[in-house]
C-alpha cells in the first residue's frame, strides 16, 4: 500500500465549477500537508501548506485536512482553464523529514 | 526574482553514456534536492544536500551520484544511462528551519536512446 494515494484522473469539469481533488494517507505521523500544481512539462509549483487538521484558504483554493480519516482535500472554486494543471498532494511528518507525493490528479477545465 | 534554474530543459543521450544535470538557484537556501519523476508517477527522492551534508535515499542505484560545489549549485550525474533513467529530473532547494517549503526547478527530460 501506498503511503499517499491519490486518484489520477483525468477529472473534467466545465468553467466556473467546483473542483475537489482528495489524497488519503497511511502514515498518522504525517502532520504538513502541501498540495502542489504542476503544469505539463514543468515543475511543480506549491500552492497551499497546512499543519495538523483544519481548512486554509486562499483565494480561490481551500485546503482541508481531516487527520483523524486521514484525508486531505484541495478545492477550487470558479476553476478557469488555467487550472487545467496535474494536482499533487505532498505531506510530511516533521519539517526535516522527506516529502511522500501522491501521484497526482489531472485535471481538465473546459470551456 | 529568486528562482530555481535547471539545465538543460531536455538532454537526449545514448544507452551507457554518461550526463551530467545542472541545478542553480538564487534562494540561497541550505537544502537541495534531487527527484525523478516518470510519467504518471509521483517524484521520487535520489538524494538531498544539507548543506554540504550529502543524504542518500536507501533505494537510489550507484549509478545516480551527486555534486555540490556550493551553495548555488548542485549537479546530478548519470554515469551509465539505461532506457529506465528516462524520466523528468527535478531540482528543489528549501531553507531548513522555515517550514522547509520546497520550491521546485521547471525540470530536465531526460531521454536515453
Known amino acids: 500500500q501506498k503511503e499517499v494515494e491519490q486518484d489520477p484522473g483525468p477529472l473534467s469539469v466545465p468553467e466556473g465549477a467546483i473542483v475537489s481533488l482528495n489524497c488519503t494517507y497511511s502514515?498518522?505521523?504525517?502532520?504538513?500537508f502541501m498540495w502542489y500544481r504542476q503544469y505539463s512539462r514543468k515543475g511543480p509549483e506549491l500552492l497551499m501548506y497546512t499543519y495538523s487538521s483544519g481548512n486554509k484558504e486562499d483565494g480561490r483554493f481551500t485546503a482541508q485536512v481531516d487527520k483523524s480519516s486521514k484525508y486531505i482535500s484541495l478545492f477550487i472554486r470558479d476553476s478557469q482553464p488555467s487550472d487545467s494543471a496535474t494536482y499533487l498532494c505532498?505531506?510530511?511528518?516533521?519539517?526535516?523529514?522527506?516529502?511522500?507525493f501522491g501521484t497526482g490528479t489531472r485535471l481538465q477545465v473546459t470551456l | 526574482d529568486a528562482m530555481v534554474i535547471q539545465n538543460p530543459r531536455y538532454q537526449v543521450t545514448q544507452f551507457g553514456k554518461p550526463v551530467t544535470l545542472s541545478c542553480s538557484q538564487t534562494l540561497n537556501h541550505n537544502v537541495m534536492y534531487w527527484y525523478q519523476q516518470k510519467s504518471s508517477q509521483a517524484p521520487k527522492l535520489l538524494f538531498h544536500y544539507y548543506d554540504k551534508d550529502f543524504n542518500n535515499e536507501a533505494d537510489t542505484p550507484d549509478n545516480f551520484q551527486s555534486r555540490r560545489p556550493n551553495t548555488s549549485f548542485c549537479f546530478l550525474d548519470i554515469r551509465s544511462p539505461g532506457l529506465g533513467d528516462a524520466a523528468m529530473y527535478l531540482c528543489?532547494?528549501?531553507?531548513?528551519?522555515?517550514?522547509?517549503?520546497?520550491?521546485f526547478g521547471p525540470g530536465t527530460r531526460l531521454t536515453v536512446l
Open positions: 505532498a505531506t510530511r511528518a516533521g519539517t526535516a523529514s522527506k516529502l511522500t
Open positions: 502514515n498518522s505521523a504525517f502532520q504538513y
Open positions: 528543489a532547494t528549501s531553507l531548513a528551519g522555515a517550514l522547509d517549503t520546497q520550491y
